[in-house]
């Protein structure tokens, strides 16, 4: 498996495109983005677990029921969500994607992005349609132009892609995604769209997305605000005519391991890109109980303020650390607790067996100062291992959110 | 039943003192508290859930495993917790009161406050006893002094006292609190000392604490971390010579209320004093399913980090709202939501039946701009009512909590 470019575009068959059609006011903003695929693709999605549900989950669950999907549809601006016609108007975007593409209103994936709360005007995206569909392309640049139209508060592109091989057949997958604020999701994360040749049915595929997030999204928190339209869907499209996964086995299983590529990606850009953050966190805990001890622990570690902001600081504060694991809900032997903080400027022990042990605050300044930095937390409890992404709380943060909307 | 000053001091038969003894390199700031009783208490407390616990919590719960106590020391500047000899310190902590006040170590609450994980150098105490016991006195002044002592980020202090009867007996009760970061009490929050000179067993009192803690410190949030030290301790010397409270009814229900009183004015205290805080936010819910439903959605919206940002800008982003209700795990109808922002100023609807309502942006500014604010949900779908105290989020928090330890 190799890391390649291409994003969206990577696999066989996919085009992409993202233009600004005017539901923004900045005019340099893209902000609506389209993704179609040559032939049906086996499509799967996740969603948030929110109860208040973004009015284009309801349309794309019932468009994907039957396994199929051809494109994607996706604005940012406005989340189309919790105003009067919501349903209509996500329908409406689908229907605007069969008229001018060909493509049916039901196999359109629909998603929206931006403030909660407000009508969508449909107008402009209807007006600009023609030049959307004129802007399509298979390159790096068309996955990137898509995906700059779903950013809202993100500063960084967010696009992975990797090729393998199934079954002798060289395959590819890639990803764009979009997710700075209102991070911390719950069965799937702020809009990530995943497109792939390989041929997979619409089980195994829901299967090992599914299987996948619990590791990936649903690990990574940048502020503890599980969003109303969080969205992750895979489009295979089977072009790399490999012979179509229907059951476990190892073609599946490189599959999976194909996607894990592609979503670990995503995850660490997601977490490195939070809302007004100057550095990646990770927490990376082993030796627990079992597996769901472990990620409660990584993500109440990565979710906490304290430790947040503590990290900001380049403050080895550890005892934020051993507090988070506490109220972590996991079951743990605090006594057996190591924690260390890791970077590229080296590494630092501060806690051994629950209690803190000397070290160079000299030392750990240098390691903090460093734009990634990994929490390794050891318990001596069991087997249980996972990897959690955040990113620090800074001024910035604050800045962003507290004149997000006026 | 009256407010009245006094604080711990307010009830007869107490007295406190604060001093600075050395724990702390600022010579201005108090660092040690005492409150003792001229006669034995019924004693009842409860401590944080966190499993990462401090020292001084194993010690306070043996030495009131018989619901005995007659006086508090506790300091402020370390936390006496994840360190190799946090119980050997804490008991000697009591040892040093039995030797300087002639009360039992057996018979002392200890409780310590500030950085987790480094050693308590227990010297500057033992060095400044017989001063610490000099200034003990029954003046709201002594109170103010054993607050100030007990205090760590806060920048305000937090006494509430009440006169009350209970059978037609004059009793009193008042407590001080400390607690401004690392505030999520779950069970009970970081450091309450509350007296009162009416006579209760102690079984009755620590029912009647348990009860109360649901709807008033575990209704407060200043940053979702839950501490390692949260301790709220209930001393009834007994003093007001009212028959003693042994069984449920309407001396009982007097002494609850008068908790209540007691209690909800240190939670507003605590919230409104959040670290950096500049707003004190109240979530009024009504119309849960149920009292427990009510409670998590209450107690969503106010620690959702979005929303108290947004009120940190006076921005009336209803959306984050409803979607803080929308994954707070209660059991909700999402179209029967309505929302209102009410302050000093006035008040304004900002969504009705789940969706958006037109409203006037300069008034929600005007009313956004106070430093209380409600934020009024009402969800039509039982009795259900609940209250949740926190504060908004703000540069200061941020600049507390990147450099608090170095």
Redesign the interface.
Known sequence: MNYINGGVCAAKGFRAAGIHCGLRKNKTKKDVALIVSDCDCSTAAVY??????GAPIDVTKRNIANGVARAVICNSGN?N????NGIEVAEAMCALVEKHVGIPACDVVVASTG????PLDISPMAAHMDELVAALGCTAEHSTNANEAIMTTDVVHKEVAVEFEIAGKRCAMGGIAKGS??I?P?MATMLVFITTDAAISPELLQKAIRADVADTFNMVSV??????NDTLAVLANGMAENPTITEEGKDYDDFCAALRAVTSGLCRAIAADGEGATKLLIASVSGAADSDNARRIAKSII????TK??M??A??????V??????SGAQ?D?HKVDVDFVSAAGEVAV?RG???VEFS?EKAKEILVEKEITIRVALGDGDGIATAYGCD???D??????????
Do not use: P
């Open positions: 948030t677990t929110n109860l208040v549900k989340a969500t919790c105003n009067a403030v909660i709360g407000q604020g209102m911390h719950n502020d503890g605000d599980t969003s109303t979710t906490s303020s304290l902001a503590a900001f600081g403050d080895a504060n550890w005892g934020r051993l507090c988070a694991i506490g109220y743990v605090v806690c629950g209690a803190g605050e709380l800074t001024y943060y604050v800045k962003i959110n507290g004149d997000y909307r006026t």
